[in-house]
T-cell receptor
Framework: DVKVTQSSRYLVKRTGEKVFLECVQD?????MFWYRQDPGLGLRLIYF???????EKGDIPEGYSVSREKKERFSLILESASTNQTSMYLC??????????????FGPGTRLLVL | GEDVEQSLFLSVREGDSSVINCTYT??????LYWYKQEPGAGLQLLTY?????DMKQDQRLTVLLNKKDKHLSLRIADTQTGDSAIYFC????????????FGTGTRLQVFP
């Protein structure tokens, strides 16, 4: 079974703090994703990585950066947290779509509150 | 551009069927997916359908795809309280095969 783990389930930070969200997958997947989930807005892609040290902006990258130094680990960084970044953050991984039905496997999520 | 829409809420009585609907705008879909998110958890794949199929059945789940209307539905037979969750549809397109485009999610509430 694919396992995607996220470093924290709940996190409380103050405005202006630097925040690191970590995600690790154990299936040697090339692709990793960071989403944020907000009520009524569904999942919005923040950043996507298709290989080590490779990244691509998603739909809402402003205020975020990412790091992928090792294949199994994908970090989301909030350089200076703001209250509008209070949200649920979901990490996912997937192999390249060699078989088209390959989908994404999700971690349990990190609920971040910025005060 | 790509857009996937769902109604936000659905409430059904235990034992009834639930039908969750999804509409999408991109006709280049290859696969369409249904995910379930239980409270406090990540998303879990329920089922998927290839875009050249009309229907797929998997135990209590039936997926219907109307390509002409770009409409996807998930029917849950004999809905149970354990089915209470948020359900997301998602599509994969030929232009962007690595990414999925997610709908807004439908919160299903099952009452006794």
């Amino acid at each position: 079974d694919v396992k995607v783990t996220q470093s924290s389930r709940y996190l409380v930070k103050r405005t202006g703090e630097k925040v690191f969200l970590e995600c690790v997958q154990d299936m040697d997947h090339e692709n990793m994703f960071w989403y944020r989930q907000d009520p009524g807005l569904g999942l919005r892609l923040i950043y996507f990585s298709y290989d080590v040290k490779m990244k691509e902006k998603g739909d809402i990258p402003e205020g975020y950066s990412v790091s992928r130094e090792k294949k199994e680990r994908f970090s989301l960084i909030l350089e200076s947290a703001s209250t509008n970044q209070t949200s649920m953050y979901l990490c996912a991984s997937s192999p390249p779509p060699l078989e088209d039905q390959e989908t994404q496997y999700f971690g349990p999520g990190t609920r971040l509150l910025v005060l | 551009g790509e857009d996937v829409e769902q109604s936000l809420f659905l409430s059904v009585r235990e034992g009834d069927s639930s039908v969750i609907n999804c509409t999408y705008t991109d006709s280049s879909s290859t696969y369409l997916y249904w995910y379930k998110q239980e409270p406090g958890a990540g998303l879990q794949l329920l089922t998927y359908i290839f875009s050249n199929m009309d229907m797929k059945q998997d135990q209590r789940l039936t997926v219907l795809l109307n390509k002409k209307d770009k409409h996807l539905s998930l029917r849950i037979a004999d809905t149970q309280t354990g089915d209470s969750a948020i359900y997301f549809c998602a599509e994969r397109t030929v232009y962007n095969t690595d990414k999925l485009i997610f709908g807004t999610g439908t919160r299903l509430q099952v009452f006794p």
